[in-house]
């Protein structure tokens, strides 16, 4: 089955912990991407990937870091976490210049 | 980072009624997209528009791609009651990435 997978679903951390969210796609995407949602302000971008090792900043980028060593994963990483990062994250994934973006189930973290 | 205008935020209607969203932007788009986003899940494609004046249909959705192409339209006939979610739309300018614009969501409740 042609899926994005998000690990963990749900993680409640504190201020300063580093921690990672993982995101997988099995569809061969070359572009994948990460947004965070917030009440009132929709989908944000936070960083996307156009192939591997070629990453970018999006709209929200300021707390996080990505890596992409491999074409299927893309995870994305918070080396100081605050309170203001509390958030339902997704991962999302398309072919290059194809509209069709998989959103995965999301991540909803809470940065006490 | 840009939001594209989204109205109305929510929507309560009885099971029956016909709905109309709109999503507009200051900027050109070449691509406009509408999502649904159900509970505790990402946001999933309903509908794609490639060329200004486009008028696409799937199922009872019908979106319209603005003739100015700085807006859009869904519409929803005959509400169900899982029509219940939050609707995004997303533009995309084209060019050398896929970067989605988003829009701020409608709520949509439908009351049987």
């Known amino acids: 089955e042609a899926q994005v997978t998000q690990n963990p679903r749900y993680l409640i951390t504190v201020t300063g912990k580093k921690l990672t969210v993982t995101c997988s796609q099995n569809?061969?995407?070359?572009?994948m991407s990460w947004y965070r949602q917030d009440p009132g302000l929709g989908l944000r971008q936070i960083y996307y990937?156009?192939?591997?090792?070629?990453?970018d900043k999006g709209d929200v980028p300021e707390g996080y870091k990505v890596s992409r060593k491999e074409k299927r994963n893309f995870p994305l990483i918070l080396e100081s976490p605050s309170p203001n990062q509390t958030s339902l994250y997704f991962c999302?994934?398309?072919?290059?210049?194809?509209?069709?973006?998989?959103f995965g189930p999301g991540t909803r973290l809470l940065v006490l | 980072g840009q939001q594209l205008n989204q109205s109305p935020q929510s929507m309560f209607i009885q099971e029956g009624e016909d709905v109309s969203m709109n999503c507009t932007s200051s900027?050109?788009?070449?691509?406009w997209l509408w999502y649904k986003q159900d509970p505790g899940e990402g946001p999933v494609l309903l509908i794609a528009?490639?060329?200004?004046?486009e008028l696409t249909s799937n199922g009872r959705l019908t979106a319209q791609f603005g003739i100015t192409r700085k807006d859009s339209f869904l519409n929803i006939s005959a509400s169900i009651p899982s029509d219940v979610g939050i609707y995004f739309c997303?533009?995309?300018?084209?060019?050398?990435?896929?970067?989605?614009?988003f829009g701020t969501g409608t709520l949509l409740a439908v009351q049987p």
């Open positions: 569809m061969n995407h070359e572009y």
């Open positions: 990937s156009m192939n591997v090792e070629v990453t």
């Open positions: 997303a533009g995309r300018r084209g060019g050398a990435t896929n970067k989605l614009i």
């Open positions: 900027s050109i788009f070449n691509t």
């Open positions: 528009l490639y060329k200004a004046g």
């Open positions: 999302a994934s398309s072919r290059k210049f194809e509209e069709t973006q998989y």
